[in-house]
């Protein structure tokens, strides 16, 4: 079956403590992304992936890192995480290939709490 | 850049009637236009894209939109909802070269309760 998993799901931490997400996707993907929902705002772009080892900044990247050195994963990294960054997270992936079908496959989400 | 405008927040709506959720967006670019759904405690689900072609787009769940590129609209319909359609929807666009991963840009979402 094709899927995007991530873990944890839930997640509950504390300033300052360094903490990984991990992703991963089946389906041979080259385009990964993160993205963090917060009410009334939607689904932001945290960072991208165009293949291993090409990662860039998307929209609200301040306080977070990623790392693609494998095509299946892509995990994000909070290494000293604040209270703002409570939020619930989405990974990403989607076919780079011409021609393919246009598509974001979503992962089931991870719910992160800062205290 | 793209944006995207999700002109309600919230729509109650009695079970068994017609619902519509405005979308609105604006590019430099040509695009591509998805509506997600997220119910209550749970990811993203697809309910429709528009890629090209008809500009009437039929999705799951007996959702449909229609792509009007003049007022840069995308709403999405339901003639008769049910309590199970009861979520958040997400308006969402890409543009068409593929860059930054293939990113959306999401409205703010519209929260739909279906109401008995």
């Known amino acids: 079956e094709a899927q995007v998993t991530q873990n944890p799901r839930y997640l509950i931490t504390v300033t300052g403590k360094k903490l990984t997400v991990t992703c991963s996707q089946n389906?041979?993907?080259?385009?990964m992304s993160w993205y963090r929902q917060d009410p009334g705002l939607g689904l932001r772009q945290i960072y991208y992936?165009?293949?291993?080892?090409?990662?860039d900044k998307g929209d609200v990247p301040e306080g977070y890192k990623v790392s693609r050195k494998e095509k299946r994963n892509f995990p994000l990294i909070l290494e000293s995480p604040s209270p703002n960054q409570t939020s619930l997270y989405f990974c990403?992936?989607?076919?780079?290939?011409?021609?393919?079908?246009?598509?974001?496959?979503f992962g089931p989400g991870t719910r992160l709490t800062v205290t | 850049a793209q944006s995207v405008t999700q002109l309600d927040s919230q729509v109650p709506v009695f079970e068994e009637a017609p619902v519509e959720l405005r979308c609105n967006y604006s590019s430099s670019v040509s695009v591509y236009l998805f509506w997600y759904v997220q119910y209550p405690n749970q990811g993203l689900q697809l309910l429709l894209k528009y890629l090209s072609g008809s500009t009437l787009v039929k999705g799951i769940n007996g959702f449909e939109a229609e792509f009007n590129k003049s007022q840069t609209s995308f709403h999405l319909r339901k003639p008769s909802v049910h309590i199970s359609d009861t979520a958040e929807y997400f308006c969402?666009?890409?543009?068409?070269?593929?860059?930054?991963?293939?990113?959306?840009?999401f409205g703010g979402g519209t929260r739909v309760l279906v109401k008995p």
């Open positions: 969402a666009v890409s543009g068409m070269i593929k860059a930054a991963g293939n990113k959306l840009t």
């Open positions: 389906m041979n993907h080259e385009y």
């Open positions: 992936s165009m293949n291993v080892e090409v990662t």
């Open positions: 990403a992936s989607s076919s780079g290939t011409s021609g393919r079908v246009y598509e974001q496959y």
